[in-house]
């Protein structure tokens, strides 16, 4: 079945500066770390695709580990693109990266030039790309000098297999020298993809206060802690939960499902009935409340889960007494 966007896509999405960038991405962009993979329904991963572009979403991220196995989200993703999307490339923003293993041998993980190379040309032959909009390196690799890293990005921005470059999980010192490095060599780094939540808020310790000085934009990944704030946790793990998953890769240690984190999600629940949100949606506009953060990505397992994430922006203001008694629910 031929595929043909809404004329109304743009129409309720909020759109955020990334950094000091003309590049404005979507308050709320879709990731395919999970159920995009040879293992899952591709009709339904098509559904998702087609309903998150419906709504104005235009950006989609992957990673050249991504699956299970590794590679087949791009795989899969590269399909759908070639039924559904090549009319719409130029209002798509397509993003991959590369860090972490993805072949036996010494030049297959990590962050070298060698293996950069290899693996942006194989997730572009992998999705039947010419070029993706952002390219990360996917997390530090100290053994590897960090100009060799940033310099590999540089070439692939000089090549354009790449439009823009960022980093991932990289701390505040690392992203300061890796964004100084990378602007010294004339190509600015776009963005910082860090794990960000109300239970994960490490990068509330300096990171964003590097990101606001260097002009970089922020884009948080794993916003509802792999589902651990939704409704799914209020009553304990559930049959078909991530928690419960044995997929490997990005499964949920159930060991991360406390009883005093379930009491947490309790109480912040209450708090969502108060603002008319659900918990996910309240714990989503959390993470968009500061001024650093241009987008959260969302992994989603059914379509409704799009349009039930993308409520979160009809409310994103938070009065100070708000936000004190969340700290205090999360800090007991």
């Not at 979507?26 to 559904?47: C, K, M, Y």
Request: glycine share 8%; with cysteine.
């Amino acid at each position: 079945m031929s595929y043909t966007s809404r004329d109304d896509r743009y129409d309720k999405m909020k759109y955020r500066r990334t950094g000091k960038s003309g590049l404005l991405l979507p308050a709320v962009s879709l990731g395919l770390w999970h159920n995009f993979g040879d293992i899952d329904n591709q009709e339904n991963a098509r559904t998702i695709l087609r309903l998150a572009f419906d709504k104005g979403i235009t950006h989609f991220d992957l990673a050249n580990n991504y699956g299970p196995p590794a590679g087949s989200a791009e795989e899969n993703f590269g399909r759908i693109f070639k039924q559904d999307f090549t009319g719409y490339r130029d209002e798509l923003i397509i993003s991959s990266k590369a860090g972490w293993g993805m072949w036996p041998g010494p030049y297959g993980d990590h962050g070298s030039k060698k293996y950069l190379v290899a693996s942006m040309d194989q997730s572009l032959k992998r999705m039947g790309l010419d070029y993706v909009d952002i390219f990360y390196h996917h997390r530090p690799d100290p053994s590897t000098p960090l100009e060799e890293t940033m310099r590999t990005l540089d070439l692939f921005v000089r090549q354009g297999k790449a439009l823009y470059v960022g980093i991932s999980s990289y701390n505040p010192e690392e992203s300061k020298a890796a964004i100084q490095m990378l602007r010294s060599m004339g190509t600015p780094c776009l963005l910082h993809q860090p794990k960000y939540s109300m239970f994960d808020r490490w990068i509330e310790d300096g990171l964003l206060e590097v990101l606001e000085e260097e002009g970089v934009g922020c884009i948080c990944f794993s916003p509802l802690a792999q589902g651990l704030l939704s409704n799914k946790y209020l009553k304990g793990i559930p049959e078909g939960s991530r928690a419960r998953s044995h997929r490997g890769n990005g499964a949920m240690d159930e060991t991360a499902v406390t009883p005093e984190k379930i009491a947490r999600v309790v109480q912040l629940n209450e708090i969502a009935k108060r603002r008319g949100q659900n918990l996910a949606q309240l714990a989503l506009a959390w993470v968009l409340r500061h001024e650093q953060v241009t987008s959260v990505l969302i992994g989603v397992s059914k379509p409704e889960q799009v349009t039930d994430s993308i409520a979160c922006l009809e409310n994103l203001a938070f009065s100070g007494e708000e936000l004190k008694e969340i700290d205090v629910i999360l800090k007991s």
